[in-house]
């Protein structure tokens, strides 16, 4: 696993995170068209233009909205996707600037999933 303070994160250890974690939160900041298309289990679908919006909610007004609990700002689980990891990179600087320190971007985003997954 990565350390502490690390932005980015790797298909290996998302996938060994995905499988021993119950607290890890996987956003797909990826366009409604995009998700259709094809998504990680488990991910849950916050825009990148929304983040900041989304992440402000009240933890309440966010587990209505997505079914799940709205991280603590120092959530060790956090983590945002893309298609390659553009957007990913800006959705995690978003959530830095919240106060998520430990929010990772998934270097390779769905693209990485699909080909290691053989999608």
């Not at 797909?28 to 298309?37: F, I, L, Q, Y």
């Not at 983040?51 to 909610?57: C, N, R």
């Not at 990913?88 to 270097?107: D, I, M, S």
Request: some cysteine; glycine content about 10%.
């Amino acid at each position: 696993m990565a350390a502490t303070g690390t932005k980015e994160i790797y298909y290996d250890e998302l996938k060994d995170l995905m499988e021993k974690s119950q607290n890890l939160l996987l956003v797909d900041v990826r366009s409604k068209d995009e998700v259709a298309k094809g998504h990680i289990p488990g991910s849950v679908h916050i825009p990148v233009d929304t983040v900041e919006a989304e992440f402000s909610l009240s933890p309440e007004e966010f587990k209505a909205k997505y079914g799940v609990n709205k991280p603590p700002l120092d959530a060790p689980e956090l983590v945002f996707h893309c298609m390659m990891g553009g957007r990913g990179g800006r959705a995690t600087n978003k959530a830095y600037e919240l106060g998520y320190a430990n929010a990772r971007n998934f270097v390779g985003g769905y693209k990485k999933w699909a080909e290691k997954e053989g999608k």
